[in-house]
């Protein structure tokens, strides 16, 4: 259409509409008739060509157009709602599919998968803020685990968060036993090793037979995490001359401070009353 405006042609047909009403002025009024004719035979065409333009091939108006593009706005903007749902789906089902094996060992579980949303940097133990809340019937105290054992449990906790201290920390107590020896003792976090991702299975009895490369999981005694849950592997062992008594040194199977995906035990066989009793509104 642009090619026709610039042609010779529609400058030639210019040229004859400008004669044409000059000569109107000089003429009688049936000249005018003629006039009138000729540039009616010679615009038809263009208002044809004009209105054409307004449809498209399928004989479609603009405003018809303008309806089914926005149609098909809303149709593509529901469409990714949906594709982002699934993905949320897809991301959630691969995470719970890596406790897979923890679950079918302890059906009895009850298990949250979540991420890691951020760490707090003022706490030397390395404490971290997960994705799941009391919405996921998520509460204080839950244990949270990695696939390979025991990472920490939940100290705080709103609608869509929670706070977790780590084996690392001092808070952190813990009734755990060598699967080897049956030495017992308490898993707890200490200053002196927290920056390398360990921490201290203390309290150990003077004759005991705790050695390097034993496995440390939880008693589930205190009914405040479930029985059996890996803690770490033995390092070391060590004599405190300040409480004068011996304890081992665990590594965790993962590293603690950098993990990103976790999961809440929010129930588990042997659950102690006093979480049972706060998970159902119970005093």
Not at 1 to 30: A, E, Q
Not at 98 to 120: G, Q
Not at 153 to 176: M, N, R, Y
Not at 222 to 236: F, M, N, T
Request: glycine share 6%; net charge negative.
């Amino acid at each position: 259409m642009r090619d026709f405006f610039k042609s010779n042609t529609f400058k030639v047909f210019l040229s004859t509409v400008f004669v044409v009403i000059v000569l109107s002025v000089f003429t009688n009024s049936i000249e005018s008739n003629i006039l009138s004719s000729t540039v009616n035979s010679v615009t038809y065409p263009l208002s044809k060509v004009t209105a054409a333009t307004n449809k498209d091939k399928d004989g479609r108006s603009i405003e018809e157009l303008i309806a089914e593009n926005e149609k098909l706005k809303e149709e593509n903007a529901e469409l990714r709602n949906q594709l982002v749902n699934y993905y949320d789906t897809l991301t959630e089902n691969t995470r719970l599919w890596k406790f897979y094996d923890l679950k079918k060992e302890n059906p009895n579980y009850t298990i949250v998968p979540s991420i890691v949303l951020r760490r707090d940097s003022n706490d030397e133990f390395y404490s971290c803020t997960l994705d799941k809340g009391t919405t996921s019937d998520v509460s204080v105290g839950d244990p949270v685990v990695s696939q390979n054992g025991l990472v920490g449990w939940v100290s705080e906790v709103d609608l869509h968060t929670c706070k977790v201290i780590t084996v690392l920390s001092p808070q952190t107590s813990v009734g755990a036993i060598d699967n080897k020896t049956s030495d017992t003792g308490i898993v707890s976090g200490s200053a002196k090793y927290c920056d390398k991702g360990q921490t201290t299975f203390a309290k150990l009895s003077a004759k005991h037979k705790v050695k390097k490369g034993h496995i440390i999981t939880t008693t589930g005694i205190s009914g405040l995490y479930p029985k059996g849950l890996i803690v770490g592997e033995v390092v070391d062992v060590c004599y405190d001359t300040y409480n004068t008594s011996y304890y081992a040194v665990i590594e965790p199977y993962d590293d603690i401070k950098t993990i990103k995906e976790l999961a809440i035990i929010t129930e588990y066989t042997g659950q102690g009353e006093v979480l049972i009793n706060a998970k159902s509104g119970k005093k």
